[in-house]
């Protein structure tokens, strides 16, 4: 041991003897995964659940391109283009549009982080899970008196008495089913000085919606429903009230990573030169302007009405094998996420556990509000065909001829 540092430290210098020293001081208790050994394997389903969606070949492509550096003048390209899709997605003229590295989950925390201060009032339209995930991240950031209302009927009169700075709205909320209207809201917001919210993770390019036109302050979505891209980035956009809001907040924003003046400056939304704020998943990049690419060649209007009549085709053959449909509704049905009640004597765990291991077919079952009552079918992006309802249709007949039912 004396002679192998003396010859480190003479040969390498100090500072490598001290790295041989530790080397020879210590001993690797974790041996390498055997698991590690063994090639990736990915079986192929069809993934008709709530999201994740399956990718399409020319995503599927794009994140297998070779990495550049995050701030490579071909990624700012690549993050402009985003830019102008989520403007062409989100049918807005907002220059404070851009992609968050992280989930919806992360552009909801952005937005909450950004726009809410202490003292501020907030208001949650609740219609399923998504409401009371925004209540509890709005509680998380500190003294913040938070309202709900579980009706949007009751909305006027909470938005009078709360007087909140910001109403959080679902647009499409994927554990009922239920898609919200949103014609009226802005305008009711900005007549009582509040600003407005909404989530469009589960609606986007399935049922319209016009950010500018319908007021909408702040509005974001993911990656991984109908835009058929992975899991990981989320688009949001900021109307100049929610942006002044923010440029004129008293405290710093309680996390750094989602602080929206740094996003800002590194996505090329203020005219100044770009600042490094985080390392981008410019993989997830490439594949979400892929995304973005292809919505736009499809045109909004031609994939609202895909998704329409796809989930209209869903429903006439879900109710043809006797099934009742959760939200009663027909303009209130979400396209992207139809919702289908349990059938009766049925566990809908043993009709999930059948159809993925007898057909390699995705399907879920509730969430929050709806557990345990409701079985979930999405219809997102290139899974929105007759031929994937065909083949989920006969999926689910077969497992109720084969699942237990109870005799109650």
């Not at 993934?47 to 995050?70: I, Y």
């Not at 109403?167 to 809201?185: I, K, M, N, W």
Request: hydrophobic share 40%; with cysteine; charged share 15%.
């Amino acid at each position: 041991m004396l002679w192998a540092l003396t010859t480190a430290r003479a040969v390498l210098g100090h500072r490598t003897a001290g790295w041989v020293r530790t080397m020879a001081s210590h001993s690797l208790l974790v041996a390498p995964p055997a698991a590690l050994s063994k090639p990736l394997f990915i079986p192929s389903r069809l993934l008709l659940g709530p999201g994740p969606s399956n990718l399409t070949p020319r995503v599927m492509a794009a994140g297998g391109l070779q990495v550049l550096g995050h701030m490579h003048q071909e990624v700012y390209q690549i993050m402009d283009e985003i830019k102008q899709g989520i403007q062409y997605v989100f049918q807005t003229r907002n220059p404070l549009s851009l992609a968050i590295s992280g989930s919806g989950h992360c552009a909801l925390e952005a937005a909450l982080f950004n726009l809410l201060e202490p003292g501020d009032s907030f208001l949650v339209g609740v219609s399923g899970i998504w409401g009371q995930r925004a209540q509890d991240i709005a509680e998380r950031i500190g003294p913040c008196p938070a309202g709900s209302a579980s009706g949007c009927h009751l909305l006027p009169q909470a938005l009078a008495r709360h007087k909140p700075a910001l109403l959080f709205l679902a647009h499409g909320e994927s554990s009922t089913g239920v898609l919200q209207p949103l014609d009226g809201y802005g305008e009711l917001c900005h007549r009582h000085q509040c600003l407005l919210l909404v989530d469009s993770v589960a609606s986007l390019g399935g049922a319209p919606v016009y950010m500018d036109q319908q007021g909408i302050d702040v509005l974001y979505s993911g990656s991984q429903k109908v835009l058929n891209a992975p899991p990981g980035t989320s688009l949001i956009s900021f109307s100049n009230k929610a942006k002044n809001k923010i440029y004129a907040r008293k405290t710093k924003p309680v996390s750094f990573y989602l602080d929206i003046q740094w996003l800002a400056n590194f996505w090329g939304c203020d005219d100044k030169p770009r600042t490094y704020h985080h390392t981008t998943p410019v993989t997830s990049l490439y594949s979400l302007r892929e995304s973005l690419a292809h919505l736009a060649e499809q045109g909004l209007e031609n994939s609202w009405r895909q998704h329409r009549e796809a989930s209209e085709y869903l429903h006439a053959c879900l109710q043809g094998l006797g099934l009742q449909l959760f939200v009663k509704d027909p303009a209130l049905r979400l396209p992207t996420i139809t919702s289908v009640v349990v059938p009766t004597g049925y566990d809908w765990r043993d009709i999930v556990k059948y159809i993925m291991d007898h057909h390699d077919i995705e399907i879920a079952g509730g969430l929050g509000p709806s557990a345990g009552k409701v079985l979930r079918i999405g219809l997102l992006g290139g899974n929105a065909t007759r031929e994937s309802v065909d083949r989920v249709t006969r999926a689910l007949r077969e497992a109720l001829q084969r699942c237990p039912r109870s005799k109650l």
